[in-house]
């Protein structure tokens, strides 16, 4: 069955380091999500993306956070200059239609910021 | 702005019992709803969804039910198994919008 597959699983960086998270979503999917949950909280929207740019952003999403879809497969989240607040599980999420059925989630990227 | 709200933060049933998990939402154009389950240190995992042109979805143990009009919805597990224990997580999304939007979750726990 195909999957979302994010690296690392778990991330420690002291607190403004820039940080990559990575992701390949399933291969026929168009629309590729990050989401975020700090701990035991609920699941948050950071952005979307969509034919080589940003559909929609969260007011979480500021200038230190940036995506990319460097070749066909990769998609990441870069965060320049990571605060403690960033601590958290950061998943990728890939839908081959919008609004016509399920997210598809990554298993999840721990970022610990010290 | 919390459009999509679970405000049962836990649920404890007994295993073989009916667990109704319950969802509100304040967004009158979300057209799409998806109930997600997640263990810890995974990602959520999908279940059910519904469409806004029903009012049930059934799909083995688990159904949803929406109720439009007073923008709510539930999942029913029937019957509720020692496995079924996780967070669940409610989502909305609507036409014309990319994000789908996700509850504060329910922590259920079904008790042997």
């Known amino acids: 069955e195909p999957e979302v597959t994010q690296t690392p699983s778990h991330q420690v960086t002291q607190m403004g380091q820039e940080v990559i998270l990575r992701c390949v979503p399933i291969?026929?999917?168009?629309?590729f999500y990050w989401y975020r949950q700090i701990l035991g909280q609920k699941v948050e929207f950071l952005v979307s993306?969509?034919?080589?740019?940003?559909?929609?952003k969260s007011e979480i999403f500021d200038d230190q956070f940036s995506v990319e879809r460097p070749d066909g497969s990769n998609f990441t989240l870069k965060i320049r200059s990571t605060k403690l607040e960033d601590s958290a599980m950061y998943f990728c999420?890939?839908?081959?239609?919008?609004?016509?059925?399920?997210?598809?989630f990554g298993e999840g990227s721990r970022l610990t910021v010290l | 702005d919390q459009q999509v709200k679970q405000n049962s933060p836990s649920l404890s049933v007994q295993e073989g019992r009916i667990s109704i998990l319950n969802c509100d939402y304040t967004?009158?154009?979300?057209?799409?709803f998806l109930w997600y389950k997640k263990y810890p240190a995974e990602g959520p995992t999908f279940l059910i969804s519904?469409?806004?042109?029903?009012d049930k979805n059934e799909d083995g143990r688990f159904t949803v039910f929406l109720n439009k009009s007073a923008k709510h919805l539930s999942l029913h597990i029937v019957p509720s198994q020692p496995g079924d224990s996780a967070v669940y997580f409610c989502?909305?999304?609507?036409?014309?919008?990319?994000?789908?939007?996700f509850g504060t979750g329910t922590r259920l726990k079904v008790l042997a």
């Open positions: 999420a890939s839908i081959r239609q919008v609004n016509t059925g399920e997210l598809f």
């Open positions: 291969s026929n999917h168009l629309y």
């Open positions: 993306f969509y034919n080589n740019e940003i559909s929609e």
């Open positions: 967004n009158s154009m979300f057209d799409y």
């Open positions: 519904i469409s806004s042109i029903k």
């Open positions: 989502a909305a999304a609507y036409s014309g919008t990319y994000k789908y939007i």
